[in-house]
Structure formats: structure tokens, C-alpha cells
């Protein structure tokens, strides 16, 4: 193909993976990485891209378009190392057969060699120019490898094939300026046809450009773009319900799920039995949604109504019907909701405690009765420190909490763990504030999700979570690399944000101890490695929590490196240290004298206290003044959390510390004590500049 006709066709590349039915879970990062990884391709391969890359796709299909491609590679220089000066010339100057061998293989002749310097010596080297191939050559080669980087949680091999995907390919149509890429895919060859939709428009589409491409598509009932389905099927749910008088309960997550399930959707409204509203909501809400991907309905009360709108991948054509197949499905998926419910209700949670013994958590961790033990035990340990006039509720919601899991209805439906327990709590008239941390002690749910808002809640979700972390480590369990299967990570962050939130000024060495302590009571392990490994991986976790805030790195690392404890400090601490920064002109005073006296003290150790009688120059005198001045001054401010105030004081010393290294040689050599004595003072001077902050984390 003539460059001419690329640049007439706009170099313009459309290419599409015709596949089986792809999860919908899988669809949305699957085409966000098929962008990034192609728009990494193109630009290491020097193939220019005038307008960004835009990725679609379906269920069925998995779309790239580009245009603006250049036709070709951009040319580029290669500067080829041969061997060393020594070797390639004799003495008298001539080639060896080093030279001339390289030459040759480099298809230049030995007087074009160059020479270059390096540590190591003079090397020979050419420099060639390398032409840019044609781009439609070279996408020949990258869509295949395209298709083999996009990383999927799963994929499949079928028929033979030893190409994984996430499934298999039926037909690739790929195109650059209007004629095929000729490739071959898990044994499917290119071309320019594609299919539309799979029950409306199921025969072959031939293509010859985007544009076309686009339009024939939307004609075979086919809508690309995911972002124009979603609309889409917001509007078609919320117009269905109001057939019914209601409004839809528009949940996120369910309209990504649909709308990763269609290619053309449609909805229709359809009823159940009202008997069936004596289920409670969350369990009503959850049966149309996990099992059936339909969406409850509400009325203007915010009642729930025997209504729920469901979508389909066609247009019906005899709506009635279709809402008569939804409506039998569901309500058989709603008799059994209703069969456990009555069932469950014959029990309390109390008498299900006995059940958890059953449950294997973890062969060396014990059963969830067990696991429920111990975090119940941390938990009161922690609520006597935070809120003690709580402790019967905490007690009894940690008990409980763990009991719904046993029941038939989360055993049916497992995401409704803990809202069960709520709701069944709350039916055998628990104290509302155990229903709810019942439920809230599983918060948050995920990344940046909701946070518990009773303390009873929070207290027995951080017992869980530290019991959790403390056994997978204390068994040799802990993550390693980007392997977290037990979402130790997710545990720590949440633990984090929780004291954080609710403000509580706890040692977290001391929950961390406790936890372990109470664990030690049925396994064997090394109580100091395991909890020094930890607080490692707490540190580690609020650094990388921090690192996305406003604050910069080498302040979070300055704070954190002199005292990891307590985390409602650590905010403080940070905090009042990033005002002092930005307001103080004395920051770079501070920092500049903390380094240097940091600087002289290492590998220097304090071996005696400081006698003032050792004093011989008047700067030794002065600076020891200056620092019982302002300690227990500074101190106070520490204790108190003015940590921008007690920075600022600790700022006065830099004038006696920088007469002090002025005035005297501190490692003296000739007198020991002398020199010991002027160690002592700067190791008790570095405490105090420390006591907030590390500033040799600072780069002034």
C-alpha cells in the first residue's frame, strides 16, 4: 500500500475482536489497558498517533480506532558498540580481524568505524541511520502482541489453540487506511467484516473505514460506546419504573454490570407478588440484583413496591411475554428468599454462636468460634481505652457478629453478610447501636468506601481486622509482591482510616501487642519479629495512603521515620509540619541545622550525661543555655500537639549550634571525656530537633 493512499484515507486504523461473551466484570478494564497498551506499542515502535486512541467495545467486541497514524515508522539513528580500541588495531594501526569482522557485520566499511571514549576505554562504534518500515507492516506485528498483553483475570485456550484470551475469537476485522492488516489470531485470519448484533443483526458487514464502520453498527443494533449505553439504559429503567408510578434504585454498580451485558438494551417493568415485601429490603434489593441484575423499585415514600425493572439485549417484540419470563424467574428466586428468611427466624443469632465451631477460618488460625474469641477479647481491650461505658455493647455486637454466617440466607445470598445480622438483630430486639455495628464493623467495604459512624461499629471492625492481620503474619502468611489473597492491605488501610476518622489516640504497638498476646494463647511464633514485620506494613500502608495527598514525600517521610504510633499524631504531626513549612522563614534553618548536627553524630554514641563542669569555651556554655531553655518549653508544646509553635522554637538554636561548631573541635582526640562530654550534648540537642520530625529526610 502507497503512502498516498494512507494519507487519503487519513491513516486511519479500525480493529475489532469478535469474541464469545466476555464477563462484564472484565469488559471495562479490559479496554482501558487494550488503549494503554496499544498507545505504548505505537510510540516505541515510532509510529506517530496525531489524535488520541479511542477503545469501545461490547460484550462481543472489543474495538481500537486511531486516526492520524503516520505511514510510516519515524527513521532513527543506532549507534552500535564493537569491540575495544586495543583489540580492532595491531600497533602498527592496522584493522585486526576484530575490526574487519565487525565492519562487515555491520554492512560498512572498516574506514566508517568510529571511535568512542568510556571507563573502560576507547571502544569502536558505528552509527547507522535505520529507515522507518511501512506502519501497516508493523501493526501487522503489534495488533497479535496487542491482544496477548491485555492482562484479563482469566483467560481461556480452546479448540487446540495455544493462544489464551478471555475468550474465544471469532472473526478480527482489522483495517489501516481502508485496506486489511493481514495477521492471523489463535488461527482466525483478518479481513474486513465484521457482525452486528447477535439475534437482530446476525449476518456479515463488510467495512471499509471508521466512519462507516460506526454507522453500520448502530444500524445492526449495536451501541459501542459504553458510556452511550449506560445512558441509555438509565433512562430506559427510569422510564419503565415510572410506568409503574415508581422511581428505580439506580445502584452504580448494577448499571455498569448491565451494561457490560448488552449491545442493545431495552427495559421493561415487571411485578411480584406484594406477599413477598415482608422480606426485608436489603434482602429483596439483593436477590433482583446479585441474581437476577434487575432493579428494585421505590415509590414516592421511598417504600419499596412489588415492581422491578429488568433490561434485555433486545427490542421485544411482545413486551408482555418477555415481562411474563422475568417475573417467573424471579419469583422463584424470591420463593426462596422467603424460605430461608421464615427459617433463619426459627433461631437466634446467640444460639448460632455454637455453629461457627463448625466453620474451619484457617486450618492453623482455628474456626471462626474461634477467630470470634479472640477479636471479641481485643475488641473489649480496646473499647476500655476508648469508650469503657460501652463495653456490653461492643462485647455482645462481636459476639453476634459473625452469626449470620451460618444462616440460610447468607450462606444463599453471601454479600448480605452483616446486613442479615442487622436486620435479624434487630427482629430479636438487640439494642439498635450492636444491630448496627453488626453491619458497619464489615465498613469499609473497599478502597475509599464508607466508614463505620458508631464507635461500637468501628471498634469491633478494627478487633476483626487487627485479629486478622496479626494471625495471617503470625502463621508466615503475609503478602509478598502484588500477592495479597487474604487483603491484608485492604485490612490495614481500613484500620488506619478508621482511627483516623473516629480520632481515637491509641498506641497502635499496643493493639498490635495485645492482639498478638492474645493469639500467642493457642500458637507458637516469634512475638518480636512478627510484630516489628507489622508496624512495618502499617508504616508502609499510611505512606502509600499519604503519598496521594497533598503532602509531599519527604514530609510524610520526615514525620513517620521518628515515631510510628499513633496515628491521630501522625496526622497532626504532618499537618502542623506542612504549615510550618510554607509560613516559617525558618524552615530551612531548622533543617540545615539538624543535619548538621545529625551529620556528626553518626556512629557516634552517647556514652555519658552532659557535666556542664567539662564546659571550656563559652559557645559550650551558650548553646547548653539556649537547649534547657527551650526543652521544657518545646516539650510541653510536643505533649500538647502545638507542634507548629514548638518548631518554631527549636529554630532559635541554629545560631548557638552554628557558634558551637565554630567555636570548638567536638571529636577532640587528646581528651576522651572532653570529647565524650560534646557527643553527650549534641545526642540530648538531637532529640529535642527530632522529637517531631527527621529533617534529614529534607532535601535543602
Known amino acids: 500500500m502507497r503512502s498516498g493512499e494512507v494519507n487519503k484515507m487519513g491513516g486511519e486504523l479500525l480493529f475489532e475482536i469478535g469474541t464469545e461473551e466476555i464477563p462484564s466484570d472484565y469488559l471495562d478494564n479490559g479496554l482501558a489497558e487494550m488503549k494503554r497498551i496499544a498507545g505504548s506499542l505505537l510510540e516505541n515502535n ?55 569482522g565487525f565492519a562487515q557485520k555491520q554492512g560498512v566499511a572498516v574506514g566508517d568505524l568510529q571511535f568512542v571514549e568510556t571507563p573502560r576505554g576507547e571502544y569502536l562504534f558505528v552509527r547507522r541511520k535505520i529507515e522507518g518500515r511501512e ?21 481461556m485456550r480452546w479448540g487446540g489453540r495455544g493462544f489464551p484470551f478471555v475468550r474465544p475469537i471469532h472473526w478480527l476485522l482489522a483495517l489501516y487506511g481502508g485496506e486489511v492488516i493481514p495477521m492471523e489470531i489463535a488461527g482466525i485470519k483478518s479481513g474486513k467484516t465484521t457482525r452486528g448484533h447477535r439475534f437482530m443483526a446476525p449476518a456479515t458487514i463488510e467495512v471499509s473505514g471508521v466512519e462507516e464502520y460506526l454507522d453500520k453498527m448502530r444500524a445492526s443494533y449495536v451501541i ?50 406484594r406477599g413477598f415485601l415482608r422480606i426485608p429490603d436489603p434482602v429483596l434489593i ?79 488460625l482455628g474456626t471462626s468460634y474461634d477467630k470470634v474469641q479472640r477479636f471479641t477479647a481485643l475488641a473489649e481491650y480496646l473499647c476500655a481505652r476508648i469508650a469503657p461505658q460501652r463495653c456490653s455493647d461492643v462485647r455482645l455486637a462481636a459476639t453476634l457478629c459473625k452469626c449470620d454466617l451460618v444462616t440460610g440466607m447468607v450462606m444463599e445470598f453471601p454479600t448480605l453478610q452483616g446486613v442479615m445480622g442487622s436486620e435479624y438483630a434487630s427482629i430479636e430486639g438487640r439494642p439498635e447501636e450492636v444491630c448496627r455495628a453488626i453491619y458497619e464493623h464489615y465498613l469499609p467495604e473497599r478502597a475509599g468506601g464508607s466508614l463505620p459512624t458508631s464507635v461500637v461499629g468501628a471498634i469491633v471492625g478494627v478487633a476483626d481486622r487487627m485479629d486478622t492481620l496479626c494471625g495471617f503474619f503470625a502463621i508466615q502468611m ?34 498490635i501487642g495485645e492482639s498478638l498476646s492474645i493469639l500467642g494463647e493457642k500458637i507458637s511464633f516469634d512475638r518480636d519479629s512478627v510484630e516489628k514485620k507489622i508496624i512495618d506494613f502499617f508504616k508502609e500502608r499510611y505512606r502509600q495512603m499519604m503519598l496521594r495527598s497533598e503532602y509531599g ?13 499513633r496515628i491521630d499524631d501522625l496526622g497532626m504531626r504532618i499537618e502542623q509540619l506542612a504549615r510550618f513549612v510554607r509560613e516559617s522563614g525558618e524552615f530551612q534553618s531548622l533543617v540545615l541545622t539538624s543535619k548538621r548536627v545529625s551529620n556528626i553524630l553518626k556512629n557516634q554514641e552517647r556514652s555519658t550525661e552532659v557535666n556542664p ?46 557558634e558551637f561548631f565554630e567555636g570548638v573541635e567536638i571529636l577532640v582526640k587528646s581528651d576522651a571525656s572532653l570529647r565524650n562530654n560534646r557527643v553527650s550534648m549534641l545526642h540530648v540537642l538531637s532529640g529535642l530537633l527530632t522529637s517531631i520530625a527527621d529533617f534529614s529526610k529534607f532535601a535543602v
Open 286 to 364: 439483593t436477590a433482583m440484583k446479585k441474581h437476577q441484575k434487575y432493579f428494585a423499585v421505590r415509590d414516592e415514600q421511598g417504600r419499596l413496591m412489588p415492581n422491578f425493572v429488568a433490561v434485555n439485549n433486545t427490542l421485544a417484540r411482545d413486551e408482555t411475554v418477555v415481562t411474563r419470563g422475568h417475573e417467573r424467574v424471579l419469583r422463584a428466586r424470591l420463593s426462596d428468599a422467603d424460605f430461608f428468611f421464615k427459617e433463619d427466624a426459627k433461631r437466634s443469632l446467640q444460639d448460632r454462636l455454637k455453629d461457627l465451631k463448625g466453620v474451619v477460618y484457617q486450618a492453623e
Open 613 to 658: 563542669a567539662l564546659f571550656r569555651e563559652a559557645c559550650e556554655s551558650s548553646l547548653w543555655d539556649t537547649y534547657l531553655g527551650a526543652r521544657d518549653e518545646a516539650r510541653g508544646m510536643v505533649e500538647r500537639g502545638e507542634y507548629f509553635e514548638a518548631l518554631n522554637l527549636m529554630a532559635r538554636l541554629r545560631k548557638p549550634v552554628d
Open 553 to 565: 514525600s519527604d514530609l510524610i517521610e520526615a514525620v513517620i521515620s521518628v515515631g510510628f504510633d
Open 135 to 155: 506502519t501497516a507492516e508493523i501493526l501487522s506485528e503489534l495488533l497479535p502482541r496487542l491482544l496477548s498483553e491485555i492482562p484479563w483475570p482469566k483467560s
Open 224 to 273: 459501542l460506546d459504553p458510556g452511550e449505553r449506560l445512558t441509555r439504559i438509565e433512562k430506559a429503567v427510569i422510564h419503565a419504573a415510572g410506568s409503574a408510578s415508581g422511581s428505580p434504585v439506580l445502584d452504580p454498580e448494577l448499571l455498569s454490570t448491565v451494561c457490560n451485558m448488552v449491545e442493545f438494551p431495552s427495559a421493561v417493568c415487571g411485578t411480584f407478588d
Open 46 to 100: 515510532r509510529v506517530q498517533v496525531a489524535e488520541p486512541l479511542v477503545t469501545l467495545g461490547t460484550p462481543r467486541r472489543l474495538v481500537l480506532l486511531g486516526k492520524g497514524i503516520g505511514p510510516r515508522q519515524e527513521d532513527t539513528v543506532q549507534e552500535i558498540m564493537g569491540p575495544p580500541k586495543k583489540a580492532a588495531f595491531d600497533q602498527q594501526g592496522n584493522p585486526t580481524k576484530a575490526a574487519t
Open 478 to 511: 503475609e503478602p509478598t509482591g502484588a500477592a495479597d489473597p487474604y487483603a491484608l492491605r485492604r485490612h490495614a488501610l481500613a484500620i488506619i482510616r478508621i482511627i483516623e476518622d473516629q480520632g481515637w489516640s491509641i498506641s497502635l504497638k499496643g493493639l
